[in-house]
């Protein structure tokens, strides 16, 4: 399919701050990608248009039945004018699962990419250039059918927007502080906790705020069964650093399966770093922390990269992961998938997909 594109008439009206001043997500570009599903006639109409409003029936099904999935990816400003992503394969394949899991329509990998790299490369000027900072791609899938009735959707809005943003985390690339609750429960098995899908995110914000309130920047979650097992930070998947093997909780069907997090597995065991995923206890971690066999413990996100913890609550006790500090491997592993990313490093892996 072809993809229209209609340019907007007000370019350089919208607010564009200052590379230093960027927030995450508060920004959008002049355009925004859109297409159509009907069942029995497929996508149709893909088109790039002026950003706008979208408009949806009050009693779209997405408001009431929450069939909606989305991806979050990054375009980034190589050192020579040229315009990259990261393994925005894997963002793809990612979204159809979840798009299936959701019982909502594929997009074609072919067309998706294609949509995804008009619309950044009409958008490049809005790509910021200082270090850190990068342009964010946010495909998102909606059910848009107006009807009332628990089923699968016959009508479904496809959309990419794309927002300038600086880094996710007020601390940047400084060890936060994380809250590991055990009252509330993110995702249980047999459930959609593998889906980037808006409940998930949902079900997260109540002990998310309670933890801010408390002076940390996220919540550590714990299996919905036993309340023992860690599974991954609100917006990352999470690593430990203990007597010298990097450990992560293996994907089981209520976690997210990360793309940093598979690059991070890729470059540990590319460097002959141990590494596990494996099921591991929070009693495990505080022991780890209180015996010092835990050197490091960090999260990984498109959104943050690498973040590291340095400290944890958990039963109203704090406890500081090794010394406190950004470890020697976080540091490496930032400063490694960054330097592919922002193409200041060579990329052995294929990771680094040149638009222009």
Same mark, same amino acid.
């Given at each position: 399919? &072809?993809?229209?594109v209609?340019?907007?008439?007000?370019?350089?009206?919208?607010?564009?701050?200052?590379?230093? &001043?960027?927030?995450?997500g508060k920004?959008?570009?002049?355009?925004?990608?859109?297409m159509?599903?009907?069942?029995?006639k497929?996508?149709?109409?893909?088109?790039?248009v002026?950003?706008?409003n979208?408009q @949806?029936?009050?009693?779209?099904?997405?408001l009431h039945?929450?069939?909606?999935v989305?991806?979050g990816?990054?375009?980034y400003?190589?050192?020579?004018?040229g315009?990259?992503?990261?393994?925005?394969?894997?963002?793809?394949?990612?979204?159809?699962?979840?798009?299936?899991?959701?019982v909502?329509?594929?997009?074609?990998?072919?067309?998706?990419?294609?949509?995804?790299?008009?619309?950044?490369l009409?958008?490049?000027?809005?790509i910021?250039?200082?270090?850190?900072t990068s342009l964010?791609?946010r495909?998102?899938?909606?059910a848009?059918?107006?009807? @009332?009735?628990?089923?699968?959707a016959?009508?479904?809005?496809?959309?990419?927007v794309?927002?300038?943003?600086?880094?996710y985390?007020?601390?940047?690339?400084?060890?936060?502080?994380?809250?590991?609750?055990?009252?509330?429960?993110?995702?249980?098995?047999?459930?959609?906790?593998?889906?980037?899908?808006?409940g998930?995110?949902?079900?997260s914000i109540?002990?998310?705020?309670e933890a801010?309130k408390?002076?940390?920047?996220?919540?550590?979650?714990?299996?919905?069964?036993?309340?023992r097992?860690?599974?991954?930070?609100g917006?990352?998947?999470?690593f430990?650093?203990i007597?010298?093997?990097?450990?992560?909780?293996?994907l089981?069907?209520?976690?997210?399966?990360?793309?940093?997090?598979?690059s991070? @597995?890729?470059?540990?065991?590319?460097?002959?770093v141990?590494?596990?995923?494996?099921p591991?206890?929070?009693?495990?971690?505080?022991?780890?922390?209180?015996s010092g066999?835990?050197?490091?413990m960090?999260?990984?996100?498109t959104?943050?990269v690498?973040?590291?913890v340095?400290?944890?609550?958990?039963?109203?006790k704090?406890?500081t992961?090794?010394?406190?500090?950004?470890?020697?491997?976080a540091?490496r592993?930032?400063?490694?998938?960054?330097?592919?990313?922002y193409?200041?490093?060579?990329?052995p892996f294929?990771?680094?997909?040149r638009l222009?």
């Amino acid at each position: 399919m &072809e993809i229209s594109v209609t340019r907007s008439t007000t370019i350089g009206q919208k607010a564009r701050p200052k590379d230093s &001043e960027l927030k995450f997500g508060k920004y959008t570009t002049d355009h925004l990608f859109i297409m159509d599903y009907t069942r029995g006639k497929s996508w149709h109409d893909p088109r790039i248009v002026p950003y706008q409003n979208l408009q @949806l029936d009050p009693i779209a099904m997405v408001l009431h039945y929450s069939q909606q999935v989305f991806e979050g990816l990054k375009a980034y400003h190589l050192p020579d004018g040229g315009v990259a992503l990261f393994r925005p394969d894997r963002n793809i394949a990612r979204m159809n699962a979840s798009a299936r899991r959701m019982v909502m329509p594929e997009v074609d990998p072919d067309l998706f990419f294609r949509a995804m790299k008009e619309l950044i490369l009409l958008e490049r000027n809005w790509i910021p250039k200082s270090e850190g900072t990068s342009l964010y791609v946010r495909p998102t899938m909606i059910a848009s059918e107006p009807a @009332l009735g628990v089923r699968p959707a016959d009508q479904y809005l496809f959309y990419i927007v794309l927002c300038p943003v600086g880094a996710y985390y007020p601390e940047g690339f400084n060890p936060t502080r994380i809250f590991v609750t055990d009252q509330y429960a993110r995702a249980a098995q047999g459930g959609v906790g593998e889906a980037k899908t808006a409940g998930n995110y949902a079900a997260s914000i109540f002990a998310a705020t309670e933890a801010t309130k408390l002076g940390y920047t996220q919540v550590l979650w714990l299996d919905a069964r036993e309340r023992r097992y860690v599974e991954e930070v609100g917006t990352s998947n999470i690593f430990f650093l203990i007597n010298g093997e990097l450990i992560t909780p293996a994907l089981g069907g209520t976690i997210l399966p990360g793309i940093t997090r598979d690059s991070v @597995l890729h470059l540990a065991r590319h460097w002959g770093v141990k590494v596990a995923e494996r099921p591991i206890t929070i009693d495990e971690v505080v022991s780890g922390c209180r015996s010092g066999a835990l050197k490091e413990m960090f999260a990984s996100g498109t959104a943050a990269v690498i973040s590291p913890v340095g400290e944890i609550s958990y039963k109203g006790k704090d406890y500081t992961v090794g010394d406190g500090k950004t470890g020697e491997l976080a540091r490496r592993l930032y400063e490694e998938i960054t330097g592919i990313q922002y193409g200041r490093k060579e990329d052995p892996f294929g990771w680094r997909v040149r638009l222009a």
